[in-house]
């Protein structure tokens, strides 16, 4: 079955600074994965996915993650922070049961940008 | 955004009354899903529906029904509450079973039993 696991439950960054959100999964079949961000007292909002094709995959607010096969790995980065990125970050996986996608997600990431 | 809303958006109640959450879509989406939110457990699938009147279990479905009788709408009650389902709930909907679709969520629904 597969699962997520975020590495870190929190990660404290200085502003501009290079971040890097680590995610590791387990599946035995093709997986889809998935960041989603979401913002003080807000719903989730799609990052970004992976789908096929390019290991690179960028998104919005100046985002991207890679996927890494060999390491079952699909870790969020952005090269310059800013105040306004401070949120909690999940990571997720697509599972099909009975014909219906659900997503797992792993425990979240809170990323705090101090100035 | 999409066409998401939840009501309540905040509830206290007492452990033991019933509760029931709504969530209203207006993008016709076949899918729509009710997950948990708790610290240190990211969100958690409580229930979901493919269809009206199609739903079934999630992983943390126990003391929880859903029902759905219209397209758009899809309810979650608690029976009788506990101090254990104080949490955030999410809506979601999905307009295919494909896995690399995307699923949107709604604002959320903050509920406290106490």
């Known amino acids: 079955a597969q699962s997520v696991t975020q590495l870190d439950s929190q990660v404290p960054v200085f502003e501009e600074a290079p971040v890097e959100l680590r995610c590791n999964y387990s599946?035995?079949?093709?997986?889809?994965l998935f960041w989603y961000v979401q913002y003080p007292n807000q719903g989730l909002q799609l990052l970004l996915k992976y789908l096929s094709g390019s290991t690179l995959v960028k998104g919005i607010n100046g985002f991207e993650a890679e996927f890494n096969k060999s390491q079952t790995s699909f870790h969020l980065r952005k090269p310059s922070v800013h105040i306004s990125d401070t949120a909690e970050y999940f990571c997720?996986?697509?599972?099909?049961?009975?014909?219906?996608?659900?997503?797992?997600f792993g425990q979240g990431t809170r990323l705090t940008i101090n100035p | 955004d999409a066409g998401i809303t939840q009501s309540p958006r905040h509830k206290v109640t007492e452990t033991g009354t019933p509760v029931t959450l709504r969530c209203h879509q207006t993008?016709?989406?076949?899918?729509m899903y009710w997950y948990r939110q708790d610290p240190g457990h990211g969100l958690r699938l409580i229930h979901y529906?493919?269809?009206?009147?199609?739903?079934d279990k999630g992983e943390v479905s126990d003391g929880y029904s859903v029902s759905r009788s219209k397209t758009e709408d899809f309810l979650l009650t608690l029976e009788s509450a506990t101090s254990s389902q104080t949490s955030v709930y999410f809506c979601a909907i999905s307009d295919s079973p494909r896995g690399g679709n995307t699923i949107y969520f709604g604002e959320g629904s903050w509920l406290t039993v106490v």
């Open positions: 997720a996986v697509t599972r099909i049961i009975q014909g219906a996608q659900k997503l797992v």
């Open positions: 993008e016709n989406h076949r899918y």
């Open positions: 529906s493919y269809g009206v009147k199609d739903t």
């Open positions: 599946s035995s079949v093709s997986v889809y």
